[in-house]
């Protein structure tokens, strides 16, 4: 991408309330619907890390990581807009304002990471999974959620996919991503293909915006979309929808 953007730069106050080009959903309109995929998700992590010190890359207003706090986390967020990291400290959800990389935290900080649509933002990866993998403690989960570019929905629109857009400046696939962080010493991987919660999480979810009857239809596509990310085709998922879950074992 060129010119390439200042990152910082993008996410004011526009780009959370739609006045920008480039936006995004503010969370605080819709947050009981959301709760239903955050508790959803937060419910498998527990799977495999019960509790501990949570950390949220691109918190956003720090709604995921004030669920995981009522769920016994202690929680940090890094959230790189000043405006959305000003609010989630006035909410009482601790949150550095800046990047990881600026953010020093010690060595073995965190049991959980998290990076929710945050990877393909963020520049200087090699740096970012070296920062990731040094703050995270031993036996730790770090969680990526980001589109698999080896599954078919990228390969097949090509220049047309909808993962090209303004601030995202690098892509990945699920053998990169495990090659890269393999290199770093991770161990251990669980990928999956779609997301790595339930089907019910996200019909509740939509549901909280829809306004009439006739949204409900949404739920046809949502199922498809959900059941065709389940399937294959020579080794690769019909869909790029995508999360990783990476254990740093030592």
């Known amino acids: 991408m060129y010119p390439r953007p200042v990152q910082?730069?993008?996410?004011?106050?526009?780009?959370?309330?739609?006045?920008?080009?480039?936006?995004?959903?503010?969370e605080r309109k819709?947050?009981?619907?959301?709760?239903?995929?955050?508790?959803?998700?937060?419910?498998?992590?527990?799977k495999y890390i019960k509790s501990g010190h949570f950390l949220d890359v691109g918190s956003s207003f720090?709604?995921?990581?004030?669920?995981?706090r009522d769920k016994g986390f202690t929680i940090q967020g890094v959230e790189?807009?000043?405006?959305?990291?000003?609010?989630?400290?006035?909410?009482?959800?601790?949150?550095?304002?800046?990047?990881?990389?600026?953010?020093?935290?010690?060595?073995?900080s965190f049991d959980v990471i998290t990076l929710v649509e945050v990877i393909e933002h963020l520049e200087s990866p090699r740096l970012?999974?070296?920062?990731?993998?040094?703050?995270?403690?031993?036996?730790?989960?770090?969680?990526?959620?980001?589109?698999?570019?080896?599954?078919?929905q990228a390969k097949n629109e090509g220049s047309n996919y909808h993962y090209y857009m303004p601030?995202?400046?690098?892509?990945?696939?699920?053998?990169?991503?495990?090659?890269?962080?393999?290199?770093?010493?991770?161990?251990?991987?669980?990928?999956?293909?779609?997301?790595?919660?339930?089907?019910?999480?996200?019909?509740?979810k939509a549901s909280g915006s829809f306004t009439k009857w006739t949204d409900y239809f949404q739920f046809l596509r949502i199922c498809f979309y959900h059941w065709k990310s389940k399937i294959s085709h020579e080794g690769?998922?019909?869909?790029?929808?995508?999360?990783l879950y990476a254990f740093k074992t030592k």
């Open 8 to 26: 910082s730069e993008l996410y004011d106050a526009d780009y959370y309330i739609g006045k920008a080009e480039y936006t995004y959903i503010d």
């Open 62 to 68: 720090g709604g995921f990581i004030n669920s995981a």
């Open 30 to 46: 819709t947050e009981r619907s959301h709760r239903y995929v955050w508790d959803a998700r937060l419910k498998n992590i527990q």
């Open 128 to 152: 970012i999974f070296e920062e990731l993998y040094r703050i995270l403690k031993p036996n730790g989960l770090l969680l990526l959620q980001t589109a698999n570019f080896e599954g078919w």
């Open 167 to 204: 601030g995202h400046v690098f892509y990945y696939s699920d053998s990169v991503l495990k090659k890269s962080l393999t290199a770093l010493g991770f161990e251990r991987f669980i990928s999956y293909f779609g997301v790595d919660f339930s089907l019910m999480a996200k019909l509740k």
């Open 80 to 108: 790189i807009s000043k405006y959305a990291s000003d609010y989630a400290n006035s909410m009482g959800i601790p949150t550095f304002n800046g990047s990881l990389l600026d953010a020093r935290f010690p060595d073995a």
């Open 236 to 243: 690769f998922p019909l869909t790029s929808s995508y999360v």
